[in-house]
Structure formats: structure tokens, C-alpha cells
């Protein structure tokens, strides 16, 4: 029995979807990571942030206002599940993602960390060859919060004072190895 034969197109529709799907990821890193240089990568110059009603505007704007947040030794992970993407054409897709996100803010009163998953309903398109978001439209889907309580299974995991943690920016183990490649 012959293999059944792939198209140009079929294989140039995988090539599209993990581009967009490299774009949901790096999202995640640059938002975790405090990578403004990457998270603006993410978006073209002229796209629409709808962030599931605390922001709706240019989503250069949506940037400038999380930069604070992004900045700070603040806790926060996005872990991305169910990527879907929808081609439309050679130059538009729509693809929906979950985002399970983590934060911790050990500053406030009293101090908790919160559990949300969301949905992103992003509108893609390929501008000079290169997949970016052209619109957001971010859809809140549950939340949980507690007080903190970090003991690393109970010190199952190894000695909370030696494990060693990710970081923002420059020193962090992704960036560190980068370095010295």
C-alpha cells in the first residue's frame, strides 16, 4: 500500500500553524520572563488588545500599562493548553488558547497567590511573511485565590533554601544559556 501523497499546501498550513503557535508560546515567556522586546514581537504595530474587560485599546498600550507588573520579582507563570488554529487563506487565522495562569503577590494584605485560566481568541495575520496578533479579544474563565503556601511538597521536592528558581530578564536560566551558545 502507497503512502498517501502531501500537498504543497497541506505542508505550507503545518509551517503556518507552528508559527502561530511559536507566537501563543512566546506570549507566555515574554509576560513570565518580563521580556517587553519579546511580548512586542508578538503583536503587529497596530493591534487591538481586548483583555476580557480590564483593557481594551492599542495593544502597544496594553504593553506600556503591564510593564510595572512585568518588571517586578512578582511571581507569574501562563502555561498555554488547546491550541486551535483556523487558517484563512494564505494571510489570516484565528486560533483560541487557554492560558492557566499563576501569580503570587507576597506584598499584599494579606498576602495570596491566584489561580486563573482564560481564553484567548486571537486574529492573526501574515504581514511581509512574518505571523503576528492583530487582535485579542481575552475571555476570563475561573479564578481561585489562597494564602500562600509554598512548602515544596513539604520538602519532598528537595531543600526550599537551595532550589533554584527562574528569574525576570537577563538572569534567567533560558537568557543564561543562551549566552553561552
Known amino acids: 500500500m502507497s503512502e498517501p501523497q502531501v500537498s504543497l499546501a497541506e505542508v505550507r498550513g503545518l509551517l ?7 507566537v501563543i508560546l512566546s506570549y507566555s515567556r515574554a509576560v513570565d520572563r ?14 487591538v ?3 476580557g474587560g480590564s483593557f481594551l485599546g492599542p495593544a502597544s498600550a496594553y504593553i506600556e500599562a503591564i510593564l510595572p507588573a512585568l518588571r517586578s520579582e512578582r511571581l507569574m507563570t501562563h502555561t ?7 487558517l484563512e487563506g494564505a494571510s489570516l487565522a484565528l486560533s483560541e488558547c487557554y492560558y492557566l495562569s499563576f501569580a503570587r503577590d507576597p506584598d499584599a494584605e494579606p498576602p495570596f497567590e491566584t ?5 484567548a481568541i ?14 485579542r479579544d481575552l475571555r476570563w474563565e475561573w479564578n481561585r485565590e489562597q494564602p500562600i503556601a ?6 519532598g521536592i528537595g531543600d526550599p533554601a537551595t532550589l533554584l528558581h527562574g528569574a525576570k530578564g537577563a538572569t534567567d536560566a533560558l537568557y543564561v544559556a543562551r ?3
Open 16 to 22: 503556518d500553524k507552528q508559527a502561530i503557535t511559536e
Open 34 to 47: 518580563g521580556d517587553e522586546t519579546l511580548l512586542r514581537a508578538c503583536y503587529h504595530d497596530d493591534a
Open 49 to 51: 488588545e481586548d483583555h
Open 80 to 86: 498555554v493548553t488547546n491550541i486551535l488554529i483556523e
Open 115 to 119: 489561580l486563573t485560566l482564560a481564553r
Open 122 to 135: 486571537d486574529r492573526f495575520e501574515r504581514r511581509d511573511g512574518i505571523w503576528r496578533i492583530a487582535r
Open 150 to 155: 509554598e512548602t515544596w511538597a513539604r520538602g
Open 179 to 181: 549566552g553561552r551558545s
